[in-house]
């Protein structure tokens, strides 16, 4: 039986240190200097994108409602209009912000060298999360939220992976660094889930634990080839 590997991006292919945060404060600049106003001071605005961020992840809204919203909040004039430059400016800091995880692109190499089929799946919306792939050296699809319409730990996500890959969810492997959207999410779907812990963190006791745990992506090329034999 053939088995498959999917993976995460963010905090396990590669970081982006908080680039959309920092995109946003871009656009507040933009939104005082044709009239409008900030909030509260820096660090409150920080928070205040940050929640609007985590809700937006979490399913509460798709990335141009969420900038829509800031700019209403925020005096912009015609709010819809900024989604578009705030997508454009994502993507112009990618280049420079995103930095893989130094392991990604052997794993990814030897995968690929030994015919294992690899999908990419992360919470979030395209083209951005398909340049944070790129950067870490995965040139194949990548499967955002939201095009999909489903996100992590939904069932229908991981089956959304599973069925670009051809495998059944028993034969993938799906790697990630959050316990509860990556670990019980593919868990939960039926995936053999595993745990990315490359930062020593505690695994939350509430929480069964992943089938495989794993310190280095390098990890899953012992992973994968003994579960195969």
């Given at each position: 039986m053939?088995?498959?590997?999917g993976?995460?991006?963010?905090?396990?292919?590669?970081?982006?240190?908080?680039?959309?945060?920092?995109?946003?404060?871009?656009?507040?600049?933009?939104?005082?200097?044709?009239g409008g106003?900030?909030?509260?001071t820096?660090?409150?605005?920080?928070?205040?994108?940050?929640?609007?961020?985590?809700?937006?992840?979490?399913?509460?809204?798709?990335?141009?409602?969420?900038?829509?919203?800031?700019?209403?909040?925020?005096?912009?004039r015609?709010?819809?209009?900024?989604?578009?430059?705030?997508?454009?400016l994502?993507?112009?800091?990618?280049?420079?912000?995103?930095?893989?995880?130094?392991?990604?692109?052997?794993?990814?190499?030897?995968?690929?060298?030994?015919?294992?089929?690899?999908?990419v799946?992360?919470?979030?919306?395209?083209?951005?999360q398909?340049?944070?792939?790129?950067?870490a050296?995965?040139?194949?699809?990548?499967?955002?939220?939201?095009?999909?319409?489903?996100?992590?730990?939904?069932?229908?996500?991981?089956?959304?992976?599973?069925?670009?890959?051809?495998?059944?969810?028993?034969?993938?492997?799906?790697?990630?660094?959050?316990?509860?959207?990556?670990?019980?999410?593919?868990?939960?779907?039926?995936?053999?889930?595993?745990?990315?812990?490359n930062?020593?963190?505690?695994?939350?006791?509430?929480?069964?634990?992943?089938?495989?745990?794993?310190?280095?992506?390098?990890?899953?090329?012992?992973?994968?080839?003994?579960?195969?034999?």
């Amino acid at each position: 039986m053939g088995f498959a590997v999917g993976f995460d991006i963010d905090h396990t292919l590669a970081i982006d240190n908080k680039l959309e945060r920092v995109a946003l404060l871009h656009l507040l600049d933009r939104i005082v200097a044709e009239g409008g106003h900030a909030l509260g001071t820096l660090q409150h605005e920080t928070e205040a994108i940050d929640a609007l961020l985590a809700h937006q992840r979490e399913g509460g809204s798709s990335i141009d409602d969420a900038v829509a919203r800031f700019a209403k909040e925020r005096g912009g004039r015609t709010p819809e209009a900024y989604a578009e430059g705030f997508r454009r400016l994502c993507l112009r800091m990618a280049e420079t912000f995103i930095v893989a995880d130094p392991e990604a692109k052997h794993t990814i190499d030897r995968l690929h060298a030994r015919g294992v089929p690899i999908g990419v799946l992360s919470n979030g919306w395209n083209p951005l999360q398909t340049a944070k792939a790129r950067r870490a050296g995965f040139m194949g699809t990548v499967l955002a939220s939201g095009d999909i319409g489903a996100r992590k730990p939904e069932p229908e996500a991981f089956a959304a992976l599973c069925r670009s890959l051809g495998v059944e969810p028993e034969q993938c492997f799906y790697v990630g660094d959050d316990p509860a959207a990556d670990v019980m999410g593919a868990m939960r779907a039926g995936l053999q889930a595993v745990w990315l812990d490359n930062e020593g963190r505690r695994y939350p006791a509430d929480l069964p634990p992943p089938h495989h745990t794993i310190r280095s992506l390098r990890d899953v090329l012992d992973l994968v080839p003994a579960a195969v034999s």
